[in-house]
Nanobody, 127 residues
Framework: VQLQASGGGLVQAGGSLRLSCAASGPTFSNYHMAWFRQAPGKEREFVAAISRSVNWSGETTYYADSVKGRSTISRDNAKNTVYLQMNSLKPEDTAVYYC?????????????????WGKGTQVTVSS
C-alpha cells in the first residue's frame, strides 16, 4: 500500500483544513487508517484513527484528546481515501501530519504498530 497525504498549508488560528490521504492498492478497506503528527523536536503523536470497513457496518473513530471535538476523520473506500477535517485550529496544531495504514486486528494508537506510512504534509497555524 502506498499512501500520499495532501491538504496541508498555512492557516490562521481558528481556521480549518481538510487533509486527504490517497492510498493505492485494492485492499484499502481492509486497513485501519490513522493520522499522526510530529512537531519539531517532539515525538510523533497520534491524532485520529478510523477502523477498517467490515461487512457494510459502520466504522469506529478514535481521537486524541488534543483534537477531540475539533477534528473528524472519515474514509471513502470507493476513492481509497481517508480524510482529516480539522477545525478551530490552534498554533499548537502546527506539525507535519502523516497518514498510516494498519492491518492489525484492532485499531492502534501507537505509531510503531503501523504497516505503511505516507509522506507528511505540513500544517502551520499562525497566531
Amino acid at each position: 500500500v502506498q499512501l500520499q497525504a495532501s491538504g496541508g498549508g498555512l492557516v490562521q488560528a481558528g481556521g480549518s483544513l481538510r487533509l486527504s490521504c490517497a492510498a493505492s492498492g485494492p485492499t484499502f478497506s481492509n486497513y485501519h487508517m490513522a493520522w499522526f503528527r510530529q512537531a519539531p523536536g517532539k515525538e510523533r503523536e497520534f491524532v485520529a484513527a478510523i477502523s477498517r470497513s467490515v461487512n457494510w457496518s459502520g466504522e469506529t473513530t478514535y481521537y486524541a484528546d488534543s483534537v477531540k471535538g475539533r477534528s473528524t476523520i472519515s474514509r471513502d473506500n470507493a476513492k481509497n481515501t481517508v480524510y482529516l477535517q480539522m477545525n478551530s485550529l490552534k498554533p499548537e496544531d502546527t506539525a507535519v501530519y502523516y497518514c498510516a495504514a494498519d492491518s492489525a486486528p484492532t485499531v492502534s494508537q501507537n505509531y510503531y504498530g503501523m504497516d505503511y506510512w505516507g509522506k507528511g504534509t505540513q500544517v502551520t497555524v499562525s497566531s
